[in-house]
């Protein structure tokens, strides 16, 4: 859908300065444009309150009304061909600077057919991930590693990017942002760091959040990198070039750079916030610290004239009254265009050679298949990139990964800090930038420390802006190894409780080796669950299979005919012990599939299976309650239910946190013998 849009005051044709037209002497028409863009920002963000009050947007609006002209500077001052950014809740201006045309920002805000969202984010949780804006989400620092990863993706391609990371007063106090500082520190990440200090995260202020002993930009000194204060509030201009100065140092010395910046919040927090918390005095101090008519004085105070910023003012109130009303004719979103799923579309098989490895093919362990996996997909693509903790020299807690730095360098094959959160979405930036990378965690158990991550930024990307995120994070997973409760959970329905992720989960080594091809392949972020018990249980061969993407298709494990289950992971081992045992002394043949792929579920098999079987049986590791099992058992039988001669049998662990002592964890889960003993109840 094509729409004509007003076209732009000639006081915005220009989104760009450079350093040398601020300092030492600032140029008049410098001047102009870095006031246009911040006055813009202005008009659009009371223009859009207004409307809000009208009813005519939705949701709620956070204005950057005080802001303007800290984001409008360092969106003019960066090189938006190659530079990374991701803009906060007070960044309309920089948004609008940095690409797009008004249009496209108020047709967020309408949520209108024409929203570069699709109208399936609000406000300002929108960005440009085609020209480096990185879309923001509420949960606060969590966009920084993003920035990070993204920056290094570029300057890996040869572009000398620097990242703009935004932050308020409030988030310096998350764990990302601590995580994030350190990465780039270790890494040395060319990425500026604004934090936004407007005194106040909502009602709450600075006081009462950290120690008035150190200020914010000191804290740069725990890193190692540079630290520095500029005051938007008091001198706009002279702010600008403290910045320009840093963009310049942080591009060509390749180091990340602190920046506390002093602005104001003249509206509040957001549209329903009234404020009250402020006394009088306070909010009056406030209104006195505006930034953008101190911009203007100054302009005017080196040369400029009146009658060019009162034209400006002019163009520029004309120009958002059109572009309101261009955007008020857009109609609105149709239902019709949600997809039926979050994920990106399929992706071309990409051109492996057909090998598992260089070496003559011998039986290998399930860890082998997939430290032979890694290293096919190293060496045939260069876009790949493995990081995770411990995974270098010593090759991983499972030695999964054992011999690849030796082989393929840092470069390719890193350790990264105890930072889960920061380090996923580090992979995250990267995958955004044209990577594929993979994540190995420790312990599955160690994903919640990066839940928001996963679950909320890598999962929802394609659908809220269309870019693809390609990661796959690997999950050590699964008990029976006495490692206690925090070495040995099934995680699986928790995280495929939120939609646009992909999961597999192989129980033999040629499915974990076609697995891991299969899942770098994909579009979209996949989990690959990994159960410790069968890193080493025996050895089998691993061939090149040409058909290695039907993992995510069940996979037929033996004939039955008197019940159908259904199983994954080191479960369909136990599984098919149970059949055989069921065969031999019972004469009863159960039909025993193992999924595979969790998510997408393709179960065209199985229901085949089971109208033919009439009965069902579901087993899995991960507790009963709330357990994959149960959404499994439901999606089945909402449409055969019919079908069924008992009610389905579901076997799963307790209830319970996963013990420790081997007595204890025997009792908690499934195995040979209680498995037996339930299906031979059942099936009687």
């Given amino acids: 859908m094509s729409h004509s849009f007003p076209p732009a005051p000639s006081c915005l044709a220009d989104r760009t300065l450079r350093s040398d037209e601020l300092s030492p002497v600032p140029a008049p028409a410098a001047l102009l444009r870095y006031y246009a863009w911040a006055a813009l920002g202005r008009r659009v963000d009371n223009r859009i309150l207004e409307l809000f009050r009208q009813g005519l947007i939705k949701g709620t609006v956070t204005g950057g009304q005080g802001n303007e002209p800290l984001i409008a500077s360092l969106a003019l001052l960066a090189d938006k061909s190659i530079d990374v950014t991701s803009f906060s809740h007070r960044g309309l201006a920089g948004h609008l600077a940095w690409s797009g045309h008004l ?42 590693s993003h920035v990070a990863g993204y920056t290094d993706a570029q300057r890996r391609a040869g572009h000398p990017a620097v990242g703009l990371a ?9 764990g990302d942002i601590h995580e994030t500082l350190n990465l780039a520190a270790l890494l040395s990440l060319p990425v500026v760091f604004v934090i936004e200090n407007n005194r106040y995260a909502y009602s709450t202020p600075v006081a009462e959040q950290f120690s008035p002993a150190i200020q914010l930009w000191q804290r740069a000194a725990g890193y190692g990198i540079e630290g520095l204060r500029v005051d938007f509030t ?46 009088p005095a306070e909010n009056a101090s406030i209104q006195a610290s505006d930034p953008l008519p101190k911009l203007r004085a100054q302009a005017l105070a080196a040369g400029v004239a009146p009658a060019a910023l009162d034209q400006i003012d002019t163009d520029i109130a004309a120009w958002v009254e059109a572009c309101i009303q261009a955007s008020l004719q857009i109609p609105r979103p149709s239902p019709a265009s949600l997809p039926a799923d979050a994920y990106a579309p399929d992706s071309p098989p990409l051109p492996w050679l057909p090998s598992v490895t260089s070496e003559p093919p011998a039986p290998i362990t399930f860890a082998q298949a997939l430290t032979y996996a890694h290293a096919k997909i190293l060496r ?69 420390e990066a839940m928001t991550q996963i ?42 409780a939120f939609p646009g992720l992909k999961a597999l989960y192989p129980s033999t080594a040629q499915d974990a080796f076609d697995a891991l091809l299969a899942a770098y392949e994909d579009d979209n972020p996949v989990l690959l669950f990994e159960h410790k018990a069968l890193y080493r249980r025996g050895k ?145």
Avoid at 467 to 490: D, I, M, Y
């Fill in 103 to 144: 249009c496209d920002h108020l047709n967020q805000y309408f949520a209108n057919a024409a929203s570069p969202t699709f109208a399936r984010e609000g406000n300002i949780h929108h960005g440009d991930p085609a020209h480096r804006s990185l879309p923001m989400i509420s949960h606060l620092g969590s966009m920084l």
């Fill in 234 to 279: 008091a001198d706009p201009l002279a702010a600008a070039q403290t910045f320009a100065a840093a963009l310049d140092r942080a591009r060509a010395e390749r180091r990340p750079i602190l920046i506390e910046a002093h602005t104001t919040r003249l509206r509040g927090h957001a549209a329903y916030d009234t404020c009250d918390y402020l006394t």
């Fill in 540 to 684: 089998s061969p691993v061939a090149w299979n040409p058909a290695y993407r039907e993992v995510w298709l069940p996979r037929h494990v033996r004939p039955g005919q008197n019940a159908t289950l259904v199983t994954y992971g080191e479960m369909t081992h136990l599984a098919t012990e149970a059949a055989e045992y069921l065969e031999t002394e019972y004469e009863k043949t159960l039909d025993v599939f193992d999924l595979r792929a969790l998510a997408p579920l393709r179960l065209d098999a199985i229901r085949a299976s089971l109208a033919r079987t009439h009965r069902l049986v579901v087993l899995h590791e991960g507790r009963r309650t709330h357990g994959f099992g149960a959404e499994l058992v439901s999606q089945i039988l909402e449409a055969q239910f019919f079908d069924l001669e008992a009610p389905p049998l579901r076997i799963a662990s307790l209830d319970l946190p996963v013990p420790f002592a081997p007595e204890l964890e025997a009792a908690y889960r499934p195995t040979r013998d209680t498995l037996i003993a339930r299906l031979i109840t059942w099936l009687a």
């Fill in 380 to 448: 045939e693509r260069p876009e790949a990139i493995l990081l995770g903790q411990d995974i270098g020299t010593y090759g991983g807690a499972f030695k999964v990964t054992e011999g690849l730095l030796a082989t393929f360098g840092r470069d390719r094959v890193f350790n990264t800090p105890l930072a889960e959160s920061a380090c996923t979405g580090y992979a995250i930036g990267l995958a955004l930038a044209g990577h594929r990378t993979i994540e190995e965690f420790q312990f599955s158990d160690f994903v919640t």
């Fill in 455 to 496: 679950t909320l930024n890598a999962a929802t990307y394609y659908f809220r802006s269309g870019a693809k995120v390609p990661v796959v994070f690997r999950l050590p997973c699964g008990g029976g190894l006495t490692f206690g409760s925090f070495h040995s959970q099934e995680l699986e329905s928790v995280l495929l």
């Fill in 166 to 174: 935004f932050f308020g007063d409030g988030g310096s106090s998350t």
